[in-house]
């Protein structure tokens, strides 16, 4: 539990406690699972946050998202599986624990209730089947079924299951995106498992929200180019689109992409989009004719269109803003950029052609970001307001920006020591010339 919360961010851990009350107001059993343990686990930035029940999953959902005043953004019913976004940026997936049987490679599974037990050792990747109990009884047990923390420290992805990769054919995709990203290497009983799927070509039975599931996993990881660079390798890119293989995956784009993004500090709360930028990237080589055809291949809803396609606009309103010649004072920027939504901000930085532009947004990331993330809340209570309250927010702003403007002091100059004193030197011009003193004349 002390390495769970050490790796959680304060959003994150409010909303495993916020979690932990709904479930155990709804008296049911609650479990945290998948990737969040998974990147705990292999000491890895834990990005989404996901929940596994005994019992009836959406019902504590719908609860929680009530009281913390969180978003449903999918719901899955046949799975009984449920997805927040949390205020701070939180992503969270409540999911019942369950038993999958399928009838044929791809179909549609019948779903039925079971134990934590039986729904680890039904999952995809040992890696992915780790799970910690949340429960008052057990708080802070490990379950491991399958021995997924063995093959954590060998660094090693294996199947949960011999047919895992048959029954949802999604899981080839996801096991080379993990293979990527953590930089595993696959088991020979798995590779062998991965071979004869592929050729028995079950890669072309993922569904298409399936694909559009693994596009938006390969856009929030940290390098979405190494992906797709593996996934031409692999023969996967005709899925999403034939046009994307060969000289129209745009490399060196997502290459662009990938340092920009390393210019966002680490561990400062900097909410991004990362969907629609990676849009933006991925078809720029692309006609409009092949771009309607990767949209209809992957089903991309139309919320996700609007933001990808109105990305451009938005972001020269940003720009026009940020030319401005009132931003004389660090404040000033950094309460125009503080208003900005983070792909705006990095889509500046890979397309802004204008200079002022872009050394602007540099020293908001690496200079005031950071500075105003320092404030604490004992800094805004020695001003005469508490959390909460309806100055809070106005006092804060009113700190950062005194700190933000204020001038960095100047050292003190050094004193220096007195000289030592001085011993007659030799005279210039050696030993041949000697000083003397003019005697008067004997005469």
């Known amino acids: 539990m002390f390495m769970l919360e050490s790796h959680l961010s304060p959003d994150q851990n409010r909303v495993v406690s916020e979690v932990q009350a709904a479930a155990a107001e709804a008296n049911v059993s609650l479990f945290l699972t998948g990737g969040a343990m998974r990147d705990m686990l292999g000491g890895f930035p834990i990005r989404d946050l996901d929940f596994t029940i005994e019992g009836n999953a959406p019902k504590v959902a719908k609860a929680v998202a009530k009281k913390a005043k969180a ?63 949340l429960n008052r009884a057990s708080r802070g047990l490990l379950i491991d079924p399958t021995n997924g923390l063995g093959d954590l420290e060998r660094k090693e992805l294996r199947t949960a299951y011999s047919y895992a990769l048959y029954d949802d054919p999604v899981r080839i995709l996801r096991l080379i995106r993990l293979r990527v990203r953590l930089g595993f290497t696959i088991d020979e009983r798995t590779t062998q498992q991965y071979e004869n799927a592929r050729l028995e070509h079950l890669e072309n039975r993922v ?34 689109s034939p046009a994307l293989a060969g000289p129209k995956l745009n490399l060196a784009g997502f290459a662009k992409l990938h340092k920009v993004r390393q210019l966002v500090p680490v561990g400062v709360r900097f909410p991004v989009d990362n969907f629609g930028l990676f849009l933006n990237v991925l078809t720029e080589k692309l006609t409009p004719k092949e771009r309607t055809a990767l949209t209809a291949a992957v089903a991309i809803p139309k919320a996700d269109l609007d933001a990808w396609h109105k990305l451009d606009a938005r972001s020269k309103k940003l720009e026009r803003d940020l030319k401005s010649a009132k931003l004389t004072r660090p404040s000033n920027l950094y309460q125009v950029l503080s208003k900005a939504a983070g792909d705006q901000i990095l889509f500046l930085l890979l397309r802004s052609q204008v200079r002022l532009v872009q050394d602007r947004i540099r020293n908001y990331l690496q200079k005031y970001l950071p500075m105003a993330q320092e404030v604490t809340d004992d800094e805004v209570r020695a001003k005469g307001v508490e959390p909460g309250t309806p100055k809070w927010d106005k006092v804060k702003e009113e700190v950062i920006a005194a700190k933000l403007n204020a001038r960095p002091k100047k050292p003190a100059p050094e004193e220096v020591p007195p000289a030592p004193p001085q011993t007659p030197g030799p005279v210039p011009g050696g030993s041949l010339r000697r000083a003397y003193t003019r005697q008067p004349s004997a005469r």
């Open 71 to 133: 978003q449903v953004t999918e719901e899955d019913e046949h799975r009984k599986t449920v997805h927040l976004l949390f205020p701070g940026g939180v992503t969270v997936e409540i999911a019942m624990a369950r038993r999958e049987r399928y009838a044929k490679p791809g179909g549609r599974p019948v779903v039925e209730p079971a134990t934590i037990h039986e729904d680890l050792r039904g999952r995809d990747l040992t890696i992915n089947a780790v799970a910690l109990s």
């Open 207 to 240: 569904a298409p929200r399936r694909l559009l599931e693994e596009l938006r996993h390969i856009a929030d990881g940290p390098n979405p180019g190494e992906v797709l660079r593996v996934f031409d390798e692999e023969k996967l890119l005709p899925l999403f």
